[in-house]
């Protein structure tokens, strides 16, 4: 992708993909899911879920999995508030975007 991602952008994109499992998904996958969308790195994304955890958007419990324990990250009602507000921002933006590229 020649566009620049922002950090906005990525939260977003986390929060999304994060919002679709109710009972939450796991790091690796959430880096799965995102590079269905832009190409990053697990090294990009998982200062993504710390910030995210920083400010109360995810929560984070761990789960034993084939003998080891796996992290999962989990919305919050705030991250709900949270991708609800950048789904509206995102539809204003690509709307105006599109407008003028196309």
């Not at 922002?6 to 799965?32: H, M, W």
């Amino acid at each position: 992708m020649v566009f620049n991602t922002g950090a906005a952008l990525l939260d977003a994109i986390v929060l999304a993909v994060v919002s679709r499992e109710p009972e939450g998904t796991y790091g690796y996958k959430i880096t799965q899911d995102v590079r269905e969308a832009l190409e990053v790195s697990e090294s990009t994304l998982y200062p993504v879920l710390r910030r995210l955890l920083k400010d109360g958007c995810l929560q984070v419990y761990d789960q034993e999995f084939a003998g080891r324990n796996r992290r999962y990250y989990k919305i919050t009602e705030k991250g709900l508030v949270q991708l609800h507000l950048y789904q509206g921002e995102w539809a204003r933006y690509s709307s105006s975007i599109t407008h003028i590229l196309l």
